[in-house]
């Protein structure tokens, strides 16, 4: 079995010490799944956009070469504003090339949908659920095999903060993520 | 004379791939040279004091082959190789020898020191190929003889996930010890003129004097510098030019997907649902095995209640667990690779269906005789001679015998030609650069990389038979196949119009040469502690540790390549007919980063390698990696295929979006709830207690925790059990569609969408890859 540890006068198993570990990877895994899954989602993103600018008073695109690009359409049924130069001005351009293969002037597709509405971000998500469920399970576990031993009160805080970042995790739904687009746009911007 | 297509990529791209190759390859063959030259000697005779003869070099050889065609090495491992069930047996002995031999020469601090004194000391006399034991090393091997009789060979009644009397011949029991005996001499005596043993001083045993060598710590060092210079400076450049590689396009393209049920279909396509019904079988028989392999963790008697062992050993079912596993991964990639090649050429020659029947029942014919071949060896039904041609090899992951192995090669090698055939119109239009060839290659190279198994002998020395075996487990599996899941996820996104064929192209370049930089000689990282001379440590050390390089990389490409599938949409009502096959195309990358990348990476460094090995954290990279990326790409190509041979009204969205929440939610609880905490436990065990301690049944001590996988697994199985019924019904109810054709009866090039944009829809001529 494993050996005991004393710290601060109190001794505790090193497979207490080792399950809080655990947790906390589950915990700090489970978040960092998800931010990581988005700020690479809102990087995609604006990839497909690199050297644009987009004025939101406006509501336009600028390309490097100085050309805008105004709003055309909208797609409802997959949430995106399509964005389109004159054609005539893209075929004259000399970066063409390097820019659309089309000749009807380049278009930027902007999402207007969130993360989590996406099926890559249902992936994330539910993932994320899943290793914050296994937290729940295992604090639970702790809390039976700790009970009425040294430590018994590092389990019941644990298993709390397990239940607690679930509901969190839970009640983070879509029609609550507003905003979500603005704070990616900070974190993922070019001076990081 | 027709022209050919330029390069679609800088010719520089090619040249950095060949010669990076060349590079690689090199290291390798220089490596394979040494370890003809300086691996453990095998004594021609092992005699004690009084020259009386313990055993031959016959004897040892003979003993492996009996290890290995019995499946022992699917039971316990030796080297830290193969199941995690059993013992490490060069550990388990070692520690068991110096236990006696203190215990013989007088049980004190005195006693200590002869032991260890006497277990470093190297008799071996290479000029008349003598090895001298000691009275203490020659009581032991009697006493531990006996031990591995009772326990493992000949036991009364089932357990420790084996049969009763599983071997019955005294004289292969006795060379089998013989064998694991002289494993455990190469453990601890000395090399010549050096401070630590052949093995580099593994295992790490307290009571014989075994640490991690100088060597091994100055080299690791060196790696750890090797790993954060090289990490810094790839991902430097790889920051700085990420727009011209990588899982992204310039401009974001959107398509109408042209509906399945118009598609027409080739004959050698139509072939390719009952591959897929193949796949799909195995598929759920390799999760059932996988079920009762773990059971005996919790029950090593029986399978609540029932007398398993008797009938279908641990070894057995793990063996089948593996093989079952790259069968029907390799099946996949087969099929897919018949059904793109039509995609790619715009045509199929006559006679690719009835070839590609061929190749089907070929397949069947390896997969259920390599099985049955392995299930009369490990139950001594075939006779010596026999066992490892027709039986088993026994080597994990090249169980198989010898003749199936053959019979395997030449099945890949027909579906090169099926490719070949396929590809031909269009190989004679592209440069030798381009797409389609690259896909020509890296097929070829899947025969071609696995036929260097057949370098791996049952009576091979060692850590020569291990040292090829690698080729197949580490450069065929984790490089080649690898390129392949990259060629061919590269061309279903150019065939879905995700991306184009030039950046799909320089993907595949960039990936041969991360691959040969580190992967290639990364292949040694394997081979430390097998036998094998001092400088493959190093040289494995320090590219082992660059090998993380590319995996770093690789998980910021698994990140960006999940994005393609959130980006992928269709542009009218008519329906996204792919949104499952993206999704698991998008789990293949989230499990390429945190199996491949992350589990791999924590376990690849040396120092933690030589605590590490044969621990359930192997399996937890080995689970999180081979399922996560070739098993969710097997079935993203399963469900991608069958998407266009299933008759509309055979199509069951919801069974497959079943699968894949089933599948991944499954391998998630596998991983998180049993694999890798255990895997942590019994690390911790390894320090704390010592090698042979955390490779007994030390698991019983956390049987809740054994349990855990239990929920994983029924979740993961029930994932698989729906793709059967309904590739049953595709394979039965394939949708007849006759390949397309213009007014004068000429073939018709096929395409899977149309590019649209907002003003209208731009025509797209032809197929996609091109």
Not at chain 2, 154 to 160: I, L, Q, V, Y
Not at chain 2, 162 to 167: A, G, Q
Request: aromatic share 14%; charged share 15%.
């Amino acid at each position: 079995m494993l050996p005991k540890l004393t710290a601060w006068g109190i001794t505790f198993d090193l497979g207490l010490v080792l399950l809080l570990a655990y947790l906390l990877i589950l915990w700090v895994g489970g978040w960092v799944l998800e931010l990581l899954a988005r700020v690479h989602y809102h990087k995609a993103q604006k990839h497909a956009h690199q050297g644009f600018a987009f004025d939101l008073q406006l509501d336009r695109y600028e390309c490097p070469q100085g050309e805008l690009l105004t709003l055309q359409t909208f797609d409802d049924r997959n949430k995106l504003a399509i964005y389109k130069a004159p054609a005539s001005s893209c075929n004259a351009c000399v970066l063409k090339t390097f820019c659309t293969p089309h000749e009807e002037g380049r278009h930027v597709y902007r999402s207007l949908a969130e993360f989590q509405e996406t099926d890559v971000g249902q992936f994330h998500r539910w993932l994320s659920l899943i290793i914050l469920a296994v937290s729940v399970v295992f604090s639970a576990g702790g809390v039976l095999a700790w009970w009425n031993k040294p430590g018994e009160w590092l389990v019941v805080i644990a298993l709390g903060v397990s239940l607690v970042l679930l509901w969190l995790d839970i009640r983070d739904n879509p029609a609550k993520s507003e905003g979500d687009a603005e704070l990616m746009a900070e974190i993922t911007t070019d001076k990081w | 004379m027709t022209s050919r297509r330029a390069l679609t990529v800088s010719p520089l791209w090619v040249q950095g791939s060949i010669l990076t190759f060349i590079i690689g390859f090199s290291f390798l063959t220089f490596s394979a040279l040494r370890i003809y030259q300086d691996s453990a000697p095998v004594p021609e005779q092992i005699v004690d004091e009084s020259g009386k003869v313990l055993f031959t070099k016959k004897q040892i050889l003979d003993g492996q082959e009996q290890f290995l065609t019995y499946g022992l090495m699917q039971f316990g491992t030796v080297y830290g190789h193969g199941a995690y069930l059993g013992p490490d047996f060069t550990a388990d002995y070692l520690h068991r020898m110096a236990l006696f031999m203190n215990k013989h020469y007088g049980d004190n601090e005195v006693a200590r020191e002869r032991t260890r004194r006497e277990l470093q000391a190297n008799r071996y006399d290479p000029t008349t190929g003598t090895l001298v034991w000691t009275a203490g090393q020659a009581l032991a091997f009697e006493v531990i003889h006996q031990h591995l009789s009772d326990s493992v060979y000949n036991r009364t009644e089932s357990g420790a996930g084996l049969k009763p009397n599983m071997i019955t011949s005294p004289e292969d029991r006795r060379a089998i010890t013989a064998f694991i005996a002289w494993t455990s001499w190469t453990a601890v005596a000395r090399r010549p003129d050096q401070t630590y043993s052949y093995t580099n001083n593994w295992p790490p045993e307290e009571l014989v004097g075994n640490t991690l060598t100088a060597d091994a710590i100055m080299w690791s060092a060196l790696s750890l510098v090797t790993l954060l210079g090289g990490t810094g400076l790839v991902l430097g450049v790889y920051g700085r030019h990420s727009q011209v590689v990588g899982w992204h396009e310039t401009e974001e393209r959107r398509v109408r997907f042209v509906p399945p049920s118009s598609v027409a279909l080739t004959p050698a396509q139509r072939v390719t649902a009952w591959f897929f019904l193949v796949v799909a079988a195995l598929f759920l028989i390799q999760n059932l095995l996988g079920g009762a392999t773990v059971h005996y963790m919790v029950e090593a008697g029986g399978f609540f209640g029932i007398d398993l062992p008797k009938y279908l050993p641990y070894n057995l079912t793990r063996t089948w667990h593996l093989q079952l596993a790259i069968f029907f991964v390799s099946t996949a990639y087969l099929a897919a690779g018949i059904f793109l090649a039509p995609l790619i050429a715009g045509r199929e020659p006559r006679g690719q269906g009835i070839l590609s029947a061929i190749l089907l029942g070929a397949l069947a014919v390896v997969v259920f005789g390599s099985l049955g071949g392995e299930y009369l060896s490990f139950h001594g039904m075939l006779p010596r001679g026999l066992r490892s041609f027709f039986g088993a090899q026994g080597w994990e992951y090249l169980d198989l015998g010898r003749f199936w192995m053959y019979l395997l090669i030449v099945g890949m090698v027909l579906w090169v030609v099926i490719i070949y055939r396929g590809l031909r119109p269009r190989l004679a239009i592209e440069s030798r650069g381009n797409l389609p060839w690259l896909f020509l290659y890296s097929s070829l190279s899947i025969p071609a990389f696995y036929s260097i198994g057949l370098m791996t002998h049952t009576q091979s020395t060692f850590a020569i038979g291990d040292f090829w075996r690698f080729w197949v487990v580490h450069l065929w599996v984790e490089d080649f196949l690898e390129l392949f899941t990259t060629m061919l996820v590269a061309l279903i996104f150019v065939l879905m119009g995700i991306v184009s064929e030039r950046y799909a192209t320089r993907l595949i370049y960039f990936d041969v040469m991360l691959y040969s930089i580190g992967g290639v000689v990364g292949t040694l990282h394997h081979c430390y502690f097998s036998g094998g001379p001092a400088v493959e440590m190093a040289m494995g050390a320090f590219f082992s540790a660059a090998e993380v390089i590319p995996l770093t990389l690789l998980t910021v490409e698994a990140w960006s390549f999940l994005q393609l599938g959130s980006r992928q949409q269709s542009a009218d009502d008519a329906p996204f007919p792919h949104r499952y096959a993206v999704l698991f195309l998008a789990s293949v990358g989230f499990w390429n980063f945190l199996g491949a990348g992350v589990f791999g990476f924590l376990i690849n460094l040396p120092v933690v390698s030589y605590y590490e090995i044969g621990t359930l954290l192997t399996s937890n990279h080995g689970h999180a990696a081979f399922m996560g990326v070739y098993g969710m790409l097997a079935l993203a190509l399963l469900v991608f295929c069958t998407r266009y041979l299933a008759q509309p009204g055979d199509w069951n969205e919801s069974l497959v979006r079943f699968s894949f929440w089933a599948t991944n939610i499954g391998l998630m609880l596998m991983i998180l709830g049993h694999l890798f905490p255990l895997g942590v436990l019994q690390l911790g065990d390894v320090v704390t207690n010592g090698y042979w301690h955390a490779r007994t049944e030390w698991f019983l001590n956390y049987p809740w925790l054994s349990w855990a996988r239990m929920p994983g697994d029924v979740v993961f199985m029930a994932g698989s059990a729906p793709l059967v019924w309904m590739t049953l019904k595709i394979a039965l109810r394939t949708r007849k569609s006759p390949p397309p054709v213009d007014h004068s009866g000429a073939a018709l090039e096929v395409s899977l969408y149309t590019e649209i944009t907002p003003t209208g829809e731009v025509a797209r001529g032809g197929t996609s890859v091109g």
